[in-house]
Protein backbone atom coordinates (compact mmCIF):
# COMPACT_ATOMS: atom_id res chain seq x y z
CA UNK A 1 0.00 0.00 0.00
CA UNK A 2 1.25 3.20 -1.25
CA UNK A 3 0.30 5.79 1.25
CA UNK A 4 1.78 8.94 -1.21
CA UNK A 5 -0.93 7.45 -3.61
CA UNK A 6 -3.54 7.10 -1.52
CA UNK A 7 -3.21 11.09 -0.24
CA UNK A 8 -2.99 11.72 -3.66
CA UNK A 9 -6.14 9.75 -4.34
CA UNK A 10 -7.89 11.53 -2.07
CA UNK A 11 -6.47 15.27 -3.04
CA UNK A 12 -8.10 14.41 -5.75
CA UNK A 13 -11.41 13.47 -4.91
CA UNK A 14 -11.78 16.57 -2.52
CA UNK A 15 -10.95 18.46 -5.99
CA UNK A 16 -13.65 17.42 -7.94
CA UNK A 17 -16.30 17.19 -5.16
CA UNK A 18 -15.63 20.95 -3.77
CA UNK A 19 -19.19 21.81 -3.19
CA UNK A 20 -20.09 18.68 -1.73
CA UNK A 21 -17.04 18.41 0.71
CA UNK A 22 -18.13 22.26 1.32
CA UNK A 23 -21.62 20.97 2.45
CA UNK A 24 -20.76 18.50 4.81
CA UNK A 25 -18.05 20.37 6.46
CA UNK A 26 -20.77 23.16 6.93
CA UNK A 27 -23.45 20.26 8.09
CA UNK A 28 -20.85 18.89 10.34
CA UNK A 29 -20.34 22.11 11.59
CA UNK A 30 -23.30 23.01 12.85
CA UNK A 31 -24.37 19.32 14.29
CA UNK A 32 -21.06 19.65 15.89
CA UNK A 33 -21.46 23.11 17.24
CA UNK A 34 -25.16 21.44 18.78
CA UNK A 35 -23.56 18.64 20.23
CA UNK A 36 -21.17 21.00 21.92
CA UNK A 37 -23.16 23.44 23.29
CA UNK A 38 -25.53 20.36 24.38
CA UNK A 39 -22.37 19.17 26.03
CA UNK A 40 -21.28 22.67 27.62
CA UNK A 41 -24.52 23.59 28.70
CA UNK A 42 -24.60 20.09 31.08
CA UNK A 43 -21.54 21.36 32.49
CA UNK A 44 -22.38 24.97 33.04
CA UNK A 45 -25.50 23.37 35.09
CA UNK A 46 -23.17 20.74 37.18
CA UNK A 47 -21.27 23.94 37.98
CA UNK A 48 -23.76 26.08 38.75
CA UNK A 49 -25.13 23.19 41.07
CA UNK A 50 -21.62 22.72 42.98
CA UNK A 51 -21.43 26.50 43.21
CA UNK A 52 -25.13 27.22 44.76
CA UNK A 53 -26.35 24.31 46.41
CA UNK A 54 -23.54 24.70 49.43
CA UNK A 55 -24.71 28.17 49.42
CA UNK A 56 -28.84 27.80 49.58
CA UNK A 57 -30.15 28.29 52.84
CA UNK A 58 -33.95 26.60 54.45
CA UNK A 59 -35.76 29.67 55.60
CA UNK A 60 -38.45 28.83 58.35
CA UNK A 61 -40.89 31.36 58.07
CA UNK A 62 -42.74 32.80 60.92
CA UNK A 63 -46.08 33.73 61.61
CA UNK A 64 -47.84 37.01 60.65
CA UNK A 65 -51.14 38.46 60.74
CA UNK A 66 -51.53 37.06 57.22
CA UNK A 67 -50.54 33.91 57.54
CA UNK A 68 -53.21 31.12 56.85
CA UNK A 69 -51.42 28.17 58.33
CA UNK A 70 -52.56 26.33 60.89
CA UNK A 71 -49.39 26.49 62.78
CA UNK A 72 -50.26 30.16 63.36
CA UNK A 73 -54.52 30.34 63.69
CA UNK A 74 -53.92 33.79 61.85
CA UNK A 75 -51.62 34.90 64.97
CA UNK A 76 -48.36 36.72 64.91
CA UNK A 77 -45.73 34.66 66.44
CA UNK A 78 -45.26 34.77 70.19
CA UNK A 79 -41.76 35.51 71.90
CA UNK A 80 -42.33 32.15 73.53
CA UNK A 81 -42.79 30.32 69.85
CA UNK A 82 -39.82 32.16 68.65
CA UNK A 83 -37.86 30.87 71.68
CA UNK A 84 -38.63 27.63 70.94
CA UNK A 85 -38.22 27.40 67.47
CA UNK A 86 -34.85 28.45 68.11
CA UNK A 87 -34.52 25.93 71.12
CA UNK A 88 -35.63 22.97 68.22
CA UNK A 89 -32.72 24.69 66.49
CA UNK A 90 -30.06 24.11 68.96
CA UNK A 91 -31.33 20.72 69.72
CA UNK A 92 -28.53 17.44 69.87
CA UNK A 93 -31.26 15.76 67.60
CA UNK A 94 -30.82 18.47 65.15
CA UNK A 95 -27.17 19.09 65.78
CA UNK A 96 -25.96 16.96 63.48
CA UNK A 97 -27.46 18.20 60.15
CA UNK A 98 -27.10 22.23 60.92
CA UNK A 99 -23.84 24.05 59.88
CA UNK A 100 -25.09 27.44 61.34
CA UNK A 101 -28.40 29.43 61.53
CA UNK A 102 -29.18 33.01 61.60
CA UNK A 103 -32.84 34.89 62.67
CA UNK A 104 -33.63 37.56 59.79
CA UNK A 105 -36.05 39.96 61.54
CA UNK A 106 -38.73 42.11 59.52
CA UNK A 107 -36.35 45.23 59.07
CA UNK A 108 -33.68 42.99 58.11
CA UNK A 109 -35.47 41.16 55.74
CA UNK A 110 -36.76 44.54 54.41
CA UNK A 111 -32.93 45.38 54.13
CA UNK A 112 -32.12 42.43 52.12
CA UNK A 113 -34.76 42.80 49.64
CA UNK A 114 -34.14 46.35 48.84
CA UNK A 115 -30.29 45.13 48.29
CA UNK A 116 -31.64 42.31 46.09
CA UNK A 117 -34.44 44.56 44.05
CA UNK A 118 -32.62 47.72 44.07
CA UNK A 119 -33.34 48.66 40.47
CA UNK A 120 -36.88 47.36 40.20
CA UNK A 121 -40.10 49.05 41.18
CA UNK A 122 -41.39 46.82 43.99
CA UNK A 123 -38.66 48.30 46.36
CA UNK A 124 -41.41 51.60 46.86
CA UNK A 125 -44.23 49.09 47.16
CA UNK A 126 -43.34 46.79 49.96
CA UNK A 127 -43.28 47.76 53.63
CA UNK A 128 -41.09 46.01 56.42
CA UNK A 129 -44.56 44.82 58.01
CA UNK A 130 -45.67 42.60 54.93
CA UNK A 131 -42.19 40.97 55.27
CA UNK A 132 -42.20 37.79 57.37
CA UNK A 133 -39.51 37.30 60.00
CA UNK A 134 -37.29 33.96 59.43
CA UNK A 135 -34.23 31.84 60.52
CA UNK A 136 -31.87 30.67 57.76
CA UNK A 137 -30.51 27.34 58.07
CA UNK A 138 -27.52 26.24 56.64
CA UNK A 139 -27.38 22.58 56.48
CA UNK A 140 -24.52 20.23 56.24
CA UNK A 141 -26.18 18.38 53.62
CA UNK A 142 -28.76 20.19 51.71
CA UNK A 143 -29.93 16.80 50.65
CA UNK A 144 -31.38 16.45 54.16
CA UNK A 145 -33.67 18.89 53.56
CA UNK A 146 -36.81 16.84 54.48
CA UNK A 147 -35.37 16.50 57.98
CA UNK A 148 -35.66 20.20 58.78
CA UNK A 149 -38.84 20.42 57.51
CA UNK A 150 -40.54 17.53 59.21
CA UNK A 151 -39.32 19.20 62.36
CA UNK A 152 -40.19 22.72 61.94
CA UNK A 153 -43.61 21.90 59.54
CA UNK A 154 -45.98 21.32 62.14
CA UNK A 155 -44.62 23.81 65.16
CA UNK A 156 -46.33 26.63 66.46
CA UNK A 157 -45.69 29.37 65.46
CA UNK A 158 -44.01 28.16 62.24
CA UNK A 159 -45.77 29.72 58.89
CA UNK A 160 -44.06 27.63 56.09
CA UNK A 161 -40.33 25.45 55.85
CA UNK A 162 -38.90 26.49 52.45
CA UNK A 163 -35.78 24.83 50.65
CA UNK A 164 -34.36 26.81 48.30
CA UNK A 165 -32.95 24.79 46.31
CA UNK A 166 -36.59 24.36 44.88
CA UNK A 167 -36.36 28.20 43.50
CA UNK A 168 -33.33 27.49 41.97
CA UNK A 169 -33.86 23.95 40.41
CA UNK A 170 -36.61 25.96 38.17
CA UNK A 171 -33.92 27.44 36.28
CA UNK A 172 -32.03 24.63 36.07
CA UNK A 173 -34.85 23.31 34.53
CA UNK A 174 -34.54 25.71 32.01
CA UNK A 175 -31.27 25.09 31.19
CA UNK A 176 -31.95 21.57 31.09
CA UNK A 177 -35.00 21.71 28.24
CA UNK A 178 -32.52 24.39 25.99
CA UNK A 179 -30.10 21.23 26.56
CA UNK A 180 -32.07 18.95 25.49
CA UNK A 181 -33.54 21.32 22.33
CA UNK A 182 -29.98 21.67 21.38
CA UNK A 183 -29.66 17.67 21.55
CA UNK A 184 -32.68 16.96 19.50
CA UNK A 185 -31.25 19.64 16.67
CA UNK A 186 -28.07 18.19 17.28
CA UNK A 187 -29.14 14.69 16.48
CA UNK A 188 -31.24 15.55 13.67
CA UNK A 189 -28.52 17.54 11.78
CA UNK A 190 -25.69 14.49 12.92
CA UNK A 191 -27.96 12.41 10.57
CA UNK A 192 -28.12 15.07 8.06
CA UNK A 193 -24.14 15.57 7.98
CA UNK A 194 -23.88 11.69 7.31
CA UNK A 195 -26.44 11.02 4.46
CA UNK A 196 -24.08 14.15 3.12
CA UNK A 197 -21.20 12.23 3.95
CA UNK A 198 -22.59 9.57 2.28
CA UNK A 199 -23.30 11.09 -1.33
CA UNK A 200 -20.77 13.01 -1.22
CA UNK A 201 -18.82 9.90 -0.81
CA UNK A 202 -20.88 8.12 -3.29
CA UNK A 203 -20.53 11.02 -6.08
CA UNK A 204 -16.74 10.50 -5.91
CA UNK A 205 -17.07 7.09 -6.55
CA UNK A 206 -19.12 6.94 -9.41
CA UNK A 207 -16.80 9.48 -10.79
CA UNK A 208 -13.57 7.36 -10.69
CA UNK A 209 -15.61 3.97 -11.47
CA UNK A 210 -12.86 3.63 -14.34
CA UNK A 211 -10.08 4.07 -11.99
CA UNK A 212 -11.33 1.94 -9.16
CA UNK A 213 -12.15 -0.48 -11.82
CA UNK A 214 -8.84 -0.70 -13.12
CA UNK A 215 -7.24 -0.78 -9.57
CA UNK A 216 -8.91 -3.80 -8.76
CA UNK A 217 -8.13 -5.89 -12.55
CA UNK A 218 -4.53 -5.57 -11.57
CA UNK A 219 -4.67 -6.91 -8.24
CA UNK A 220 -4.95 -3.37 -5.63
CA UNK A 221 -6.15 -4.40 -2.26
CA UNK A 222 -9.60 -3.40 -0.91
CA UNK A 223 -8.02 -0.86 1.24
CA UNK A 224 -5.71 0.92 -1.21
CA UNK A 225 -9.17 1.39 -3.04
CA UNK A 226 -11.27 2.73 -0.16
CA UNK A 227 -8.79 4.27 1.73
CA UNK A 228 -8.95 7.68 -0.17
CA UNK A 229 -12.55 7.99 -0.29
CA UNK A 230 -12.64 7.75 3.29
CA UNK A 231 -9.77 10.10 3.92
CA UNK A 232 -12.12 12.53 2.10
CA UNK A 233 -14.84 11.58 4.25
CA UNK A 234 -12.64 12.20 7.53
CA UNK A 235 -10.90 15.63 6.24
CA UNK A 236 -14.41 17.11 5.60
CA UNK A 237 -15.66 15.94 8.97
CA UNK A 238 -12.27 17.00 10.72
CA UNK A 239 -12.43 20.86 9.12
CA UNK A 240 -16.49 20.87 10.39
CA UNK A 241 -15.61 19.78 14.26
CA UNK A 242 -12.31 22.18 14.03
CA UNK A 243 -14.71 24.75 12.93
CA UNK A 244 -17.19 23.89 15.64
CA UNK A 245 -14.89 23.57 18.70
CA UNK A 246 -13.35 27.35 17.35
CA UNK A 247 -16.38 28.88 17.46
CA UNK A 248 -17.71 27.26 20.97
CA UNK A 249 -14.44 28.61 22.52
CA UNK A 250 -15.28 32.16 21.08
CA UNK A 251 -19.08 32.21 22.46
CA UNK A 252 -17.08 31.21 25.71
CA UNK A 253 -14.32 33.64 25.67
CA UNK A 254 -16.60 36.43 24.81
CA UNK A 255 -20.05 36.10 25.72
CA UNK A 256 -19.68 33.81 29.00
CA UNK A 257 -16.01 34.87 30.30
CA UNK A 258 -15.70 38.13 29.22
CA UNK A 259 -19.71 39.67 29.49
CA UNK A 260 -21.23 37.24 31.78
CA UNK A 261 -18.79 36.47 34.37
CA UNK A 262 -17.74 39.99 34.40
CA UNK A 263 -20.83 41.61 34.98
CA UNK A 264 -21.99 38.28 37.70
CA UNK A 265 -19.06 37.83 39.72
CA UNK A 266 -21.01 35.93 42.68
CA UNK A 267 -22.01 33.07 39.73
CA UNK A 268 -19.84 30.49 38.99
CA UNK A 269 -19.64 29.84 34.99
CA UNK A 270 -17.57 27.31 32.73
CA UNK A 271 -14.65 28.29 30.86
CA UNK A 272 -12.41 28.13 27.65
CA UNK A 273 -11.11 25.32 29.33
CA UNK A 274 -14.03 23.14 29.14
CA UNK A 275 -13.64 23.05 25.43
CA UNK A 276 -10.97 21.64 25.23
CA UNK A 277 -12.40 18.91 27.13
CA UNK A 278 -15.13 18.48 24.75
CA UNK A 279 -13.30 19.18 21.25
CA UNK A 280 -11.44 15.90 21.10
CA UNK A 281 -14.71 14.31 21.95
CA UNK A 282 -16.45 16.24 18.53
CA UNK A 283 -13.25 15.53 16.69
CA UNK A 284 -13.97 11.78 17.81
CA UNK A 285 -17.53 12.13 16.60
CA UNK A 286 -16.74 13.41 13.15
CA UNK A 287 -13.75 10.64 11.94
CA UNK A 288 -16.32 7.95 13.12
CA UNK A 289 -19.43 9.21 11.18
CA UNK A 290 -17.69 10.14 8.41
CA UNK A 291 -15.89 6.29 8.79
CA UNK A 292 -19.14 4.76 9.10
CA UNK A 293 -20.65 6.68 6.44
CA UNK A 294 -18.25 6.28 3.97
CA UNK A 295 -17.39 2.73 4.32
CA UNK A 296 -21.45 1.84 4.21
CA UNK A 297 -21.78 3.90 0.86
CA UNK A 298 -18.52 2.26 -0.58
CA UNK A 299 -19.60 -1.60 0.00
CA UNK A 300 -22.96 -0.11 -2.04
CA UNK A 301 -21.29 1.20 -4.68
CA UNK A 302 -18.19 0.09 -5.45
CA UNK A 303 -18.46 -3.14 -4.98
CA UNK A 304 -14.82 -4.40 -3.81
Not at 10 to 23: D, E, F, H, I, P
Not at 28 to 57: C, H, P
Not at 162 to 178: G, N, S
Not at 233 to 262: C, M, Q, R, Y
Request: glycine share 6%; charged share 20%; aromatic share 8%.
Amino acid sequence: MRLGFILREAAKGLRQNVVMVVSVVLVTFVSLTFVGASVLLQLQINQMKGYWYDRMEVAIYLCDDTSTSPNCGGNEVTDAQRQNIEKILKSEQLAPYIKEYAYESKDQAYKNFRDQYENSSLVDQITPAQLPESFRVALVDPEKYPVINEAFSTVDGVDSVIDQRDLLEKVFQLVRVASAAAAVVAIVMIVCAVLLTGTTIQLSAMHRRLETTIMRLVGASKATIQLPFIIEGVIASLIGGLLASGTLWLLLKFLVEDKLASENVGVAFISTGEVWLVAPVLLIIGIVLATISSVVTLKRYLKV
